[in-house]
T-cell receptor, first 112, second 115 residues
């Protein structure tokens, strides 16, 4: 059974700090990984996708993928109160019909 | 580019009643997903369509839930009869995976409350 696991948190960081969110996955076949941000009462919003080992940077966000360790992380630099949300990690399994597998999400609070 | 559209945004019904949700995916996206999200949990896949065919409905409670995507574009999800435990947010998402883009985009969701 494919699983994506995240620490549910809550994670609290002060404004301006780096927030580090982590995710592990059980399926070695998964090749594509995604981070979604979900504000309370809203639907998930795609913020990062990563397909190859290493780092991918987009503004204040950096996604890191280590396929050997089956580990994906999201770093948020210069955290802002507006970053307070739940962050969902997801993997795409193309081998079984392009299904996405989601973690339960990590709740992040950025304290002003 | 217009996003995924869903309606209604909110619905309150009594148990044993029926309800239907509508989704219009991003134009050109052949893959459409319906998820159920209960508070504090990640989205749970109910059914996945590729064009108008079902790819996976293994987690759809078929005794009460049904879904269709007749022309390969819009989709409807129906619950009949509803139970208290069906209270959740129902999310529709679409992706252009066949076109080489793996990213999935969500609609605003329908918040269902069953009393």
């Amino acid at each position: 059974q494919k699983e994506v696991e995240q620490n549910s948190g809550p994670l609290s960081v002060p404004e301006g700090a780096i927030a580090s969110l982590n995710c592990t996955y059980s399926d070695r076949v998964s090749q594509s990984f995604f981070w979604y941000r979900q504000y309370s009462g809203k639907s998930p919003e795609l913020i990062m996708s990563i397909y190859s080992n290493g780092d991918k940077e987009d503004g204040r966000f950096t996604a890191q993928l280590n396929k050997a360790s089956q580990y994906v992380s999201l770093l948020i630099r210069d955290s802002q109160p507006s970053d307070s949300a739940t962050y969902l990690c997801a993997s795409l399994d193309r081998a079984t019909g392009n299904q996405f597998y989601f973690g339960t999400g990590t709740s992040l609070t950025v304290i002003p | 580019e217009a996003g995924v559209a869903q309606s209604p945004r909110y619905k309150i019904i009594e148990k044993r009643q029926s309800v239907a949700f509508w989704c219009n995916p991003i134009s050109g996206h052949a893959t459409l997903y319906w998820y159920q999200q209960i508070l504090g949990q990640g989205p749970k896949l109910l059914i996945q369509f590729q064009n108008n065919g079902v790819v996976d409905d293994s987690q759809l409670p078929k005794d009460r839930f049904s879904a269709e995507r007749l022309k390969g574009v819009d989709s409807t999800l129906k619950i009949q009869p509803a139970k208290l435990e069906d209270s959740a947010v129902y999310l529709c998402a679409s992706a252009d995976i066949a076109g080489g883009r793996n990213e999935q985009f969500f609609g605003p969701g329908t918040r269902l409350t069953v009393l």
